[in-house]
């Protein structure tokens, strides 16, 4: 009878609270936003200078160079990069699986909080929709309470109520479209570490002894 009694005092509570629940979770949304914006944005920056260095150098065999280049660089991409050319002596193979792993590793980096916008475009519309029922409750519950009252009694709570889903849906859009975004920056983003990352395994077979000889 306790528990049936704490959820009679939820369901009588209205769902003013679920609104400023969402608030904050829209306050969450905008933090994440410009979070992950300004590290993709930084990001991109320091592989389109890396990027533009480092294509020459492999263009000319130039894989020493490009591995200071890499190790001296700063981002996702030089540190990415940094691990295949720091072990050129073990060969393409192993230089490959080095940048397998790295790449896997920064990849986790790059869509961190993206799990918070998604979760939130996902269930805010769900968490609108609660505080709806609950308005929907306490609206009929107080016209019950309120013998004589006409329905404008029902009708100003159910107006509170909806709000409540409007609110969810306000918050699920953004976020979603904000993930849908920066998923689509972070695959672009590891694409072009991808076709440098295939320029220097190229250029490394090309400069292998096993390469060499089996041409020979």
Same mark, same amino acid.
């Given at each position: 009878?306790?528990? $049936?009694?704490?959820?009679?005092?939820?369901?009588?509570?209205?769902? +003013?609270?679920?609104?400023?629940?969402?608030?904050?979770?829209?306050?969450?949304?905008?933090?994440?936003?410009?979070?992950?914006? %300004?590290?993709?944005? !930084? +990001?991109?920056?320091?592989?389109?200078?890396?990027?533009?260095?480092?294509?020459?150098?492999?263009?000319?065999?130039?894989?020493?160079?490009?591995?200071?280049?890499?190790? #001296?660089?700063?981002?996702?991409?030089? !540190?990415? %990069?940094?691990? =295949?050319?720091? /072990?050129?002596?073990?060969?393409?193979?192993?230089?490959?699986?080095?940048?397998?792993?790295? @790449?896997?590793?920064?990849?986790?980096?790059?869509?961190?909080? %993206?799990?918070?916008? #998604?979760?939130? =475009?996902?269930?805010?519309? $769900?968490?609108?929709?609660?505080?709806?029922?609950?308005?929907?409750? @306490?609206?009929? /519950?107080?016209?019950?309470?309120?013998?004589?009252? =006409?329905?404008?009694?029902?009708?100003?709570?159910?107006?509170?109520?909806?709000?409540?889903?409007?609110?969810?849906?306000?918050?699920?859009?953004?976020?979603?479209?904000?993930?849908?975004?920066?998923?689509?920056?972070?695959?672009? $983003?590891?694409?072009?570490?991808?076709?440098?990352?295939?320029?220097?395994?190229? !250029?490394?077979?090309?400069?292998?002894?096993?390469?060499?000889?089996? #041409?020979?």
């Amino acid at each position: 009878m306790t528990e $049936f009694g704490a959820l009679k005092v939820l369901a009588y509570s209205g769902g +003013e609270w679920v609104i400023y629940l969402l608030l904050a979770c829209s306050i969450l949304t905008i933090a994440v936003i410009i979070e992950r914006a %300004l590290v993709l944005r !930084r +990001e991109r920056r320091q592989l389109c200078g890396l990027e533009k260095e480092l294509a020459t150098l492999l263009e000319k065999g130039n894989l020493e160079s490009a591995a200071s280049v890499s190790a #001296g660089a700063q981002g996702a991409a030089a !540190r990415l %990069l940094s691990s =295949g050319l720091g /072990h050129l002596k073990a060969g393409p193979a192993a230089v490959e699986e080095y940048i397998a792993s790295a @790449k896997i590793t920064e990849k986790q980096a790059m869509e961190r909080r %993206l799990l918070i916008l #998604g979760s939130l =475009g996902n269930n805010a519309p $769900f968490i609108g929709l609660f505080g709806t029922v609950l308005g929907v409750i @306490k609206a009929f /519950h107080d016209l019950a309470e309120t013998a004589g009252a =006409g329905p404008e009694v029902v009708m100003q709570g159910l107006s509170e109520a909806l709000i409540a889903t409007a609110v969810g849906l306000l918050v699920a859009i953004p976020a979603v479209m904000a993930y849908n975004y920066f998923q689509k920056r972070v695959n672009d $983003f590891f694409a072009d570490i991808e076709s440098l990352s295939r320029l220097l395994l190229a !250029r490394l077979r090309d400069e292998s002894p096993s390469t060499k000889s089996s #041409g020979r």
